[in-house]
């Protein structure tokens, strides 16, 4: 299984500024690596697929780096709606795992 | 408009059973995979068993093979999670996932339901 790891557990960032949130994997996924935004009391929703592909609707202020087993998400000019936790996630190999999650949060 | 509605959770004995439902509206079910994802409470996401588009193949994870059975109607559009002899460690919310792509999962998920909660306690 491959185990995904991510850093900070929490970010603190003042609206307007930038974010960078990171994870790691065991061993290489490739570019097989998704990020998730989740709010409190609601499903995750896909952002990033593929390292660096945004998914439908998702603006541009998000955007994925990263290969193998370092990755990055970094979400610029931070707004109110922004501030959630943020799951990385692994579909190279079956069992697909997640990240314990980024909680980003207002400095 | 996509719709995914899981329902069926609640509470149950350790060593008990549960089933859960989903119904999905709003594409075309039949050509796509779909998934069981499930959060424990405050805790992160875990994915638990894929089916493949047309029933012929489903995945487990580990800590749910030999007791959870996922399946599908399509002619429902319904997906079923069967969970049985469950244990304190499977409360969480369960949702229910659509893979991101036709006939062949990619694995990464681009509609979740709302989930539903199961708690297992006496």
């Known amino acids: 299984e491959i185990v995904m790891t991510q850093s900070p557990a929490t970010l603190s960032v003042s609206p307007g500024e930038r974010a960078t949130l990171s994870c790691r994997a065991s061993q290489s996924v490739f570019a097989n690596l998704a990020w998730y935004q989740q709010k409190p009391g609601q499903a995750p929703r896909l952002l990033i697929y593929g390292t660096s592909t945004r998914a439908t609707g998702v603006p541009a202020k998000f955007s994925g780096s990263g290969s193998g087993t370092e990755f990055t998400l970094t979400i610029s000019s931070l707004q109110s709606e922004d501030f959630a936790v943020y799951y990385c996630q692994q579909f190279h190999n079956r069992p697909y795992t997640f990240g314990p999650g980024t909680k980003l949060q207002v400095k | 408009q996509v719709q995914v509605v899981e329902s069926g959770g609640g509470v149950v004995q350790p060593g008990g059973s549960l089933r859960l439902s989903c119904a999905v509206s709003g594409f075309n079910f039949n050509i796509y995979d779909m998934h069981w994802v499930r959060q424990a409470p405050g805790k992160g996401l875990e994915w638990l068993t894929l089916?493949?588009?047309?029933?012929?193949?489903?995945y487990y994870a580990d800590s749910v093979k030999g007791r959870f059975t996922m399946s599908r109607d399509n002619s429902k559009n319904t997906l079923f999670l069967q969970m049985n002899s469950l244990r304190p460690e499977d409360s969480a919310v369960y949702f229910c996932v659509k893979d991101a792509a036709e006939f062949l999962a990619v694995g990464y998920f681009d509609v979740w339901g709302q989930g539903t909660l199961v708690t297992v306690s006496s």
């Open positions: 089916i493949r588009y047309d029933g012929s193949n489903e």
